[in-house]
């Protein structure tokens, strides 16, 4: 399975959160497109819709097991797909900023 790690994570860089609502609203990374994993297959569209045609999609959860189902589906679908290893606590916990719903500093649950 293709990761990353946070830290080679580019502003610009196309985020997938997998992880489900309430985790969502407590805390993400801004920006990030949101599709839970309980969701993923009936909304595939949208994922195609907002995703790069030409770059790579970087999948983010909590820790990296959801994300980790995602990356290798979407690589079965022929998309440059990567799990962001360690996920949104990483991502927390090396700083980079974490908003939630309303857009206001939040938590990763």
């Known amino acids: 399975m293709p990761t990353v790690e946070v830290a080679d994570l ?3 860089d196309f985020l997938l959160d997998v992880r489900e609502d309430d985790e969502w ?3 993400h990374a801004e920006g990030a497109l949101h599709i839970p994993l309980s969701e993923f297959v009936a ?3 949208e ?3 907002a995703a790069p045609q ?3 999609v970087h999948v983010i959860c909590r ?6 189902q995602v990356a290798m589906y979407l690589v079965q679908q022929g998309i440059d797909a990567v ?4 996920g949104m606590q990483v991502w927390a916990a090396e700083g980079r900023p974490v908003v939630n719903a309303e857009g206001e500093p939040g938590i990763v649950l």
Not at 83 to 86: A, H, I, L, P
């Open 47 to 49: 994922f195609t819709e």
């Open 25 to 27: 609203r407590a805390g």
């Open 54 to 56: 030409d770059g790579r």
């Open 83 to 86: 799990n962001v290893d360690g």
């Open 43 to 45: 909304r595939y569209g």
């Open 63 to 68: 820790s990296g097991g959801r994300s980790a």
């Open 10 to 12: 580019k502003d610009d």
